[in-house]
């Protein structure tokens, strides 16, 4: 029996050794495959990826590739990365894997006040943008990138000049300085960036941005801080909002090496349609005939003669000046990560050339990023960005035409070859150059103190060095002399900064603070010098003037120190009930001893329904839900580090007493010592002067529908600016001083902003189809004023702009206009004296002059028939970007939007302004190829209908243009670029044995669409004036390539 139990055994003992076989071999088999991004097929580095139920895991290399060996039978693996949908598939030997972009992010960490946080956690209004999203734009700086891609934030060109300046605003304008822009505070990596602080060498006449010293292709991700829950924590430099800036860092695993090279044309934009030669003569005196002016009875003699050498000239003064110009780019780096270092090395080669010749812009920008863990607990962080810049302004005369566009000389001019090299900037006497060095460093030491608590100590420093040699040859120089210039700016700013993060989880209570102080300090130097009539002007410098009025220089110097002490504490319950504070107090030399202090807070609160048991029913539809509100204040100090001081200054045209050299000021001389008489031209001290505080509300939602497809962020806010720093000017017989500086202004931006996104198509379809809208609404207006709330009014005469209780900043001023009289009857008379309507008292009106409505009725056109007629400020701004995605074909549309702007069309006006000039001169024959202005009609003769007065100056007012004919909508809508691209497929990038192939191109300014009668209604500046004379913003076209290896 026994022999037969042992014979049956075997069988059975074989039958259960084949029924485990499946379980034994499939824990020996491994997966293996890559992941990429299914928008751009590139290889992600660093996503984890691990068998769902098991311990087992892995993350993907630096070329996205992976290998797992999975435990269980019928495995599913879960892939996940931070930005990207996570997903959920079944095993199998070969698992490529794409993931998608997740729309709403809510897993994505965003950086508020020296803390890191879950953005599906932030109770304050946050909105990012990722790198890659505004990778290869061929600009030079990344805010102008940013143009229609944040709710709130407004990005306007103001012109087309390489590396220029824009107007950057946060929820609104803070600056109550006719002009002024208020820019936000920028932060990369930790460094404060304040452009305010960072002039160029011209102190500020020209349109350079600090920004250039940074390469855009180096971001990782932008952070827009909006409200004050957000920003209080950067206190008195927060006022304007705060843009976070972070760069890239190393991913995890062996070197990893990025090539990128674009190239492309910057196309010459349409300009102001002209008349010239043949036209224009016809034009011309088609209208001085009809206007009766006799003085030019000959004139068609001379217009007329063929065998006048004027007779055949046709000068186009537009386009010698236009080119179709290059641009290049090119960004090469390497990174690495292990357990005791990292680093990332990246250079950037820029340049673009003007559309208008002789203009270029030149940066090469080489980044360091090194981490060392020389101890388990400590690590030392080093960011190193210098950056070279070079900047050329054309003609070498300073401006960017050599005449503004109204005053063009006519077409009949003559011009040789030498005038048209030297104004193209071809001419090798012409020289107009601006270089830059900017020098930005950080080092942060970070040691972890005990399992949740972490010390920092940072130290930053900031050097900008910016030198222009500008020479003003006597062959383009209207005083015939030869003229050099030289500018030299330095500004050196260092700060340390010290503070612990501890956190703690205790159940369901989460706890983190941050506790910090800091200290600032920062000095310019400026130094200038002048020498004209030089005389060998082939040097291109000041060299062998002799003392005199020929030879002048001068040099200024300021110094500001800021010491501050921080703090912010946030609490969770159950992962859904959230609240944060933030403290921060700072104190400036700006301020006398008295006001030296300003302390700057913030409150807010969220809370997630979403994660409510409740709230289970609707969370098939309402995937995610967030209500949150925060209140708080911000500062700003003024931008005059000395106003509590009666500064010592010299004015050379103040005081009649011997400066020497024939040069007068409020300097002399008694007994041997010099003394300075007070400059009453200076502003008076100001010992009481005092933070402005900016107090601001807000209450948002976040709601994500059908599993994150969609994703809808509202806010409401309302931002009050408080004791806001103006020069307010003062009648000098009260103080003998002409203005004095003091917190006299309040106002209130006020608005609604709306973002939504959605992924229009499945994830599982091939065809991806993604949507970003975003819209702003924005009310501004005066809420206090000094001189018991008296009208401010500033701007010259002819177009001026108020500071109005209950009125926007800077609303126009005119008088509104209805028409042009055709008849001398149809000017109203006064019943009781029968006199006609007269300006000022002065001849009555007649036909052909404007119709100026007499608000009053008392039959005389004077300031008080002026009335508010819009302001420059953007009511309504926005974009839309929809991007689609097939296998590795990928094209993203943006498109931006203004509404609610108005512009002053100084291009017309200036043409028309009949103060100084004779109209018939100025427009007629002698200045400007004749335009067009768009069908414009003036009046001729009596009985025309017209849309403009006569052109003579002999009508009652001369063309005050302080009129409403000159007001215009600068509401536009742009299709601001198309970005396309192809990612090869990750087979043909594994046998080429490379991590990535992408090409792409680039379509930018595509069109605009706009009422206005000027060529771009974008390009105006933060008066809104249009001056015709605008650096034109031109189409662009780019062609790249991208290599990973």
Same mark, same amino acid.
């Given at each position: 029996?026994s022999y037969q139990f042992?014979?049956?055994k075997?069988?059975?003992?074989?039958?259960?050794?084949?029924?485990?076989?499946p379980?034994?071999l499939?824990?020996? %088999?491994?997966?293996s495959?890559?992941v990429t991004?299914?928008?751009?097929?590139?290889?992600?580095?660093?996503?984890?990826?691990?068998?769902?139920g098991?311990?087992?895991?892995?993350? /993907?290399?630096?070329?996205?590739?992976?290998?797992?060996?999975?435990k269980?039978?019928?495995?599913v693996?879960?892939?996940?990365?931070? =930005?990207?949908?996570?997903?959920?598939?079944?095993?199998?030997?070969?698992?490529?894997?794409?993931?998608?972009?997740?729309?709403?992010?809510?897993?994505?960490?965003?950086?508020?006040g020296?803390?890191?946080?879950?953005?599906r *956690?932030?109770?304050?209004?946050v909105s990012s943008?990722k790198g890659?999203?505004?990778?290869n734009?061929p600009?030079?700086?990344?805010?102008?990138?940013?143009?229609?891609?944040?709710?709130?934030l407004?990005v306007?060109s103001?012109?087309g000049?390489?590396?220029?300046n824009?107007i950057?605003?946060? #929820?609104? &304008?803070?600056?109550?300085?006719?002009g002024g822009?208020?820019?936000?505070l920028?932060?990369?990596?930790?460094?404060?960036?304040n452009v305010?602080?960072?002039?160029?060498?011209?102190?500020g006449?020209?349109?350079?941005?600090?920004l250039?010293?940074?390469?855009p292709?180096d971001?990782e991700?932008i952070?827009?801080?909006?409200?004050?829950?957000?920003?209080?924590?950067y206190g008195?430099?927060?006022?304007?909002?705060?843009i976070?800036v972070?760069?890239?860092?190393? *991913?995890?695993?062996?070197? !990893?090496y990025?090539?990128?090279?674009? @190239?492309?044309?910057?196309?010459?934009?349409?300009? *102001?349609?002209?008349?010239?030669?043949?036209?224009?003569?016809?034009?011309?005196?088609e209208?001085l005939?009809?206007?009766?002016?006799?003085?030019? !009875?000959?004139?068609?003699?001379?217009l007329?003669? $063929?065998?006048n050498?004027?007779?055949?000239?046709?000068?186009?003064?537009?386009?010698?000046?236009l080119?179709n110009?290059?641009?290049?780019n090119?960004?090469?780096?390497?990174?690495?990560?292990?357990?005791?270092?990292?680093y990332?090395?990246?250079?950037?080669?820029?340049?673009?050339? =003007?559309?208008?010749r002789?203009y270029?812009?030149?940066?090469l920008?080489?980044?360091?990023?090194?981490?060392?863990?020389?101890g388990?607990?400590?690590?030392?962080?080093i960011?190193?960005?210098?950056s070279? %810049?070079?900047?050329?302004?054309?003609?070498? +005369?300073g401006?960017?035409?050599?005449?503004?566009?109204?005053?063009?000389?006519?077409?009949?001019?003559d011009?040789?070859p030498q005038?048209?090299?030297?104004?193209?900037?071809?001419?090798?006497?012409a020289? +107009?150059? +601006?270089?830059?060095?900017?020098?930005?460093?950080n080092?942060?030491?970070?040691? /972890?103190?005990?399992?949740?608590?972490v010390?920092?100590?940072s130290f $930053?420093?900031?050097?900008n060095?910016?030198?222009r040699?500008?020479?003003?040859?006597?062959?383009?120089?209207?005083?015939n #002399?030869?003229?050099?210039?030289?500018?030299?700016?330095?500004?050196?700013?260092?700060?340390?900064?010290?503070?612990?993060?501890?956190?703690k989880?205790?159940?369901?209570?989460?706890?983190?603070a941050v506790l910090?102080?800091?200290?600032?300090n920062?000095?310019?130097?400026?130094?200038?010098?002048? =020498?004209?009539?030089?005389?060998?002007?082939?040097? !291109?410098?000041?060299?062998?003037i002799?003392r005199?009025?020929?030879?002048?220089a001068?040099?200024?110097?300021e110094?500001r120190? #800021?010491?501050?002490?921080?703090?912010?504490l946030?609490?969770?319950?159950?992962?859904?009930y959230?609240f944060?504070?933030?403290?921060?107090?700072?104190?400036?030399?700006?301020y006398?001893?008295n006001?030296?202090?300003?302390?700057?807070?913030?409150? &807010?609160?969220g809370?997630?329904?979403?994660?409510?048991?409740?709230?289970k029913?609707?969370?098939?539809v309402?995937?995610?839900l967030?209500?949150?509100?925060?209140?708080?204040?911000?500062?700003?100090?003024?931008?005059n580090?000395?106003?509590?001081?009666?500064?010592?200054? @010299?004015?050379?045209?103040?005081?009649?007493?011997?400066?020497?050299?024939?040069?007068?000021?409020?300097?002399s001389n008694?007994?041997?010592t010099?003394?300075?008489?007070?400059?009453?031209?200076a502003?008076?001290a100001?010992?009481n002067?005092?933070?402005?505080s900016?107090?601001?509300?807000?209450?948002?939602?976040?709601m994500?529908?059908?599993?994150?497809r969609?994703?809808?962020?509202?806010d409401?806010?309302a931002?009050?600016g408080k004791? %806001?720093?103006?020069?307010?000017?003062?009648? #000098?017989?009260?103080?003998?001083?002409?203005?004095?500086?003091?917190?006299?202004?309040?106002?209130?931006?006020?608005?609604?902003?709306?973002?939504?996104?959605?992924?229009?198509?499945?994830?599982?379809?091939?065809l991806?189809?993604?949507?970003?809208?975003n819209?702003?609404?924005?009310?501004?207006?005066?809420?206090?004023?000094?001189?018991?709330?008296?009208?401010?009014?500033a701007?010259?005469?002819?177009?001026?702009q108020?500071?109005?209780?209950g009125?926007?900043?800077?609303?126009?001023?005119?008088?509104?206009?209805?028409?042009?009289?055709s008849?001398?009857?149809?000017?109203?008379?006064?019943?009781?004296?029968?006199?006609?309507?007269t300006?000022?008292g002065?001849?009555?009106?007649?036909?052909?002059?404007p119709?100026?409505?007499d608000?009053?009725?008392d039959?005389?056109?004077d300031?008080?028939? *002026?009335?508010?007629y819009?302001?420059?400020?953007?009511?309504?701004?926005?974009?839309?970007?929809?991007?689609?995605?097939?296998?590795?074909?990928?094209?993203?549309?943006?498109?931006?939007f203004i509404?609610?702007?108005?512009?002053?069309?100084g291009?017309?006006?200036?043409?028309?302004n009949?103060?100084?000039?004779?109209i018939?001169?100025?427009?007629?024959?002698?200045?400007g190829?004749?335009?067009?202005?768009?069908?414009?009609?003036?009046?001729?003769?009596?009985?025309?209908?017209?849309?403009y007065?006569?052109?003579?100056?002999?009508n009652?007012d001369?063309?005050?243009?302080?009129?409403?004919n000159?007001?215009?909508?600068?509401?536009?809508f742009?299709m601001?670029?198309?970005?396309?691209?192809?990612?090869?497929?990750? =087979?043909?990038v594994?046998?080429l044995?490379?991590?990535?192939?992408?090409?792409?191109g680039?379509?930018?300014?595509?069109f605009?669409?706009?009422?206005?009668?000027?060529?771009?209604?974008?390009?105006?500046?933060?008066?809104?004036?249009?001056?015709?004379?605008?650096?034109?913003?031109?189409?662009k076209?780019?062609l790249?390539l991208?290599v !990973?290896?």
């Amino acid at each position: 029996m026994s022999y037969q139990f042992t014979y049956l055994k075997v069988p059975l003992i074989g039958i259960c050794l084949l029924l485990l076989l499946p379980h034994v071999l499939f824990g020996q %088999v491994k997966i293996s495959g890559t992941v990429t991004d299914k928008k751009s097929a590139t290889p992600i580095p660093g996503v984890v990826v691990r068998e769902k139920g098991t311990k087992q895991g892995t993350t /993907t290399n630096d070329k996205g590739q992976y290998t797992l060996e999975l435990k269980s039978a019928n495995p599913v693996v879960i892939i996940s990365f931070v =930005g990207y949908q996570t997903q959920e598939l079944k095993a199998k030997s070969s698992l490529d894997i794409q993931l998608v972009e997740d729309v709403k992010g809510l897993n994505d960490v965003v950086v508020i006040g020296y803390q890191d946080i879950q953005r599906r *956690k932030t109770t304050g209004a946050v909105s990012s943008v990722k790198g890659k999203d505004i990778e290869n734009i061929p600009y030079a700086t990344f805010d102008q990138m940013l143009q229609g891609r944040v709710a709130g934030l407004s990005v306007l060109s103001v012109s087309g000049e390489p590396g220029s300046n824009g107007i950057v605003n946060v #929820r609104g &304008s803070n600056s109550v300085t006719l002009g002024g822009v208020s820019n936000p505070l920028y932060v990369i990596d930790g460094i404060i960036y304040n452009v305010n602080d960072m002039l160029p060498a011209n102190n500020g006449s020209y349109n350079n941005n600090p920004l250039t010293a940074m390469n855009p292709n180096d971001i990782e991700s932008i952070d827009v801080l909006k409200d004050a829950s957000a920003a209080a924590i950067y206190g008195a430099r927060a006022a304007n909002g705060v843009i976070l800036v972070k760069t890239k860092r190393p *991913k995890t695993g062996t070197p !990893q090496y990025t090539l990128s090279y674009y @190239t492309g044309i910057a196309q010459k934009p349409a300009m *102001k349609p002209m008349l010239v030669g043949t036209a224009e003569r016809r034009l011309k005196m088609e209208m001085l005939y009809k206007s009766g002016y006799s003085n030019f !009875q000959n004139l068609s003699v001379f217009l007329t003669d $063929s065998l006048n050498p004027a007779f055949n000239n046709n000068t186009d003064w537009q386009g010698i000046f236009l080119q179709n110009a290059s641009i290049n780019n090119i960004d090469a780096s390497v990174s690495a990560a292990t357990t005791g270092y990292s680093y990332r090395l990246s250079v950037n080669g820029y340049k673009e050339e =003007g559309v208008m010749r002789g203009y270029y812009m030149k940066r090469l920008s080489p980044h360091l990023f090194l981490s060392l863990n020389p101890g388990k607990k400590i690590n030392i962080a080093i960011d190193i960005l210098p950056s070279f %810049v070079q900047v050329k302004h054309g003609t070498g +005369d300073g401006s960017r035409y050599p005449f503004s566009t109204w005053s063009f000389p006519s077409s009949f001019w003559d011009v040789t070859p030498q005038q048209v090299a030297a104004y193209q900037g071809s001419y090798g006497n012409a020289l +107009d150059k +601006d270089n830059y060095l900017y020098l930005t460093s950080n080092v942060k030491l970070t040691d /972890t103190l005990a399992k949740n608590l972490v010390f920092s100590s940072s130290f $930053s420093h900031n050097y900008n060095n910016n030198r222009r040699d500008y020479y003003k040859d006597k062959s383009i120089n209207p005083n015939n #002399r030869n003229d050099a210039y030289n500018f030299n700016n330095l500004t050196a700013r260092w700060e340390i900064e010290n503070y612990l993060n501890w956190s703690k989880i205790m159940g369901k209570h989460s706890v983190s603070a941050v506790l910090g102080q800091g200290a600032e300090n920062q000095q310019n130097k400026y130094t200038y010098a002048e =020498g004209n009539n030089l005389t060998v002007g082939g040097l !291109q410098t000041i060299d062998g003037i002799s003392r005199g009025n020929n030879l002048y220089a001068q040099s200024h110097l300021e110094e500001r120190a #800021r010491l501050s002490w921080f703090g912010r504490l946030s609490y969770e319950f159950k992962d859904r009930y959230l609240f944060s504070g933030s403290y921060r107090r700072d104190a400036s030399s700006k301020y006398s001893t008295n006001n030296r202090w300003g302390n700057f807070y913030s409150a &807010s609160a969220g809370w997630i329904v979403s994660e409510e048991p409740f709230f289970k029913p609707a969370k098939k539809v309402v995937s995610f839900l967030k209500f949150r509100g925060s209140y708080g204040v911000t500062g700003n100090d003024p931008s005059n580090y000395y106003a509590k001081y009666q500064a010592l200054t @010299t004015n050379a045209n103040y005081y009649a007493s011997s400066l020497g050299n024939g040069v007068v000021g409020n300097m002399s001389n008694y007994n041997g010592t010099t003394i300075v008489y007070p400059d009453y031209n200076a502003p008076a001290a100001n010992k009481n002067l005092t933070w402005e505080s900016y107090p601001q509300t807000n209450i948002g939602v976040d709601m994500n529908f059908l599993n994150d497809r969609i994703s809808l962020t509202a806010d409401w806010y309302a931002r009050d600016g408080k004791n %806001v720093y103006l020069d307010n000017v003062l009648a #000098r017989g009260t103080t003998g001083y002409s203005f004095y500086s003091g917190n006299l202004v309040s106002f209130r931006n006020t608005g609604i902003e709306l973002t939504l996104n959605t992924s229009n198509f499945p994830s599982s379809w091939k065809l991806q189809w993604n949507t970003n809208f975003n819209i702003a609404f924005n009310k501004n207006y005066i809420t206090q004023l000094p001189n018991n709330n008296r009208d401010l009014i500033a701007g010259p005469p002819w177009m001026q702009q108020t500071l109005t209780v209950g009125r926007p900043m800077f609303t126009y001023k005119v008088w509104k206009v209805n028409g042009v009289y055709s008849k001398d009857s149809d000017v109203p008379a006064d019943p009781l004296t029968g006199k006609r309507l007269t300006f000022n008292g002065g001849n009555p009106y007649a036909a052909g002059d404007p119709i100026l409505v007499d608000q009053n009725g008392d039959y005389k056109i004077d300031l008080l028939d *002026k009335v508010s007629y819009g302001d420059p400020q953007a009511h309504v701004t926005g974009g839309i970007t929809n991007t689609f995605t097939y296998k590795g074909f990928s094209v993203s549309v943006l498109c931006t939007f203004i509404s609610g702007r108005k512009l002053w069309n100084g291009y017309l006006s200036d043409k028309l302004n009949g103060s100084s000039y004779s109209i018939a001169s100025t427009w007629g024959y002698n200045s400007g190829p004749a335009s067009d202005f768009k069908g414009a009609t003036f009046w001729q003769q009596e009985g025309d209908n017209a849309q403009y007065g006569s052109l003579l100056s002999n009508n009652v007012d001369k063309w005050n243009i302080a009129n409403s004919n000159f007001v215009e909508d600068a509401s536009f809508f742009r299709m601001k670029n198309i970005m396309l691209g192809y990612s090869f497929s990750p =087979g043909l990038v594994k046998r080429l044995k490379i991590g990535g192939l992408r090409l792409f191109g680039m379509l930018d300014n595509v069109f605009v669409l706009s009422n206005a009668s000027v060529p771009d209604p974008e390009l105006i500046d933060a008066t809104g004036y249009s001056s015709g004379n605008d650096y034109p913003l031109p189409k662009k076209y780019t062609l790249g390539l991208q290599v !990973q290896l």
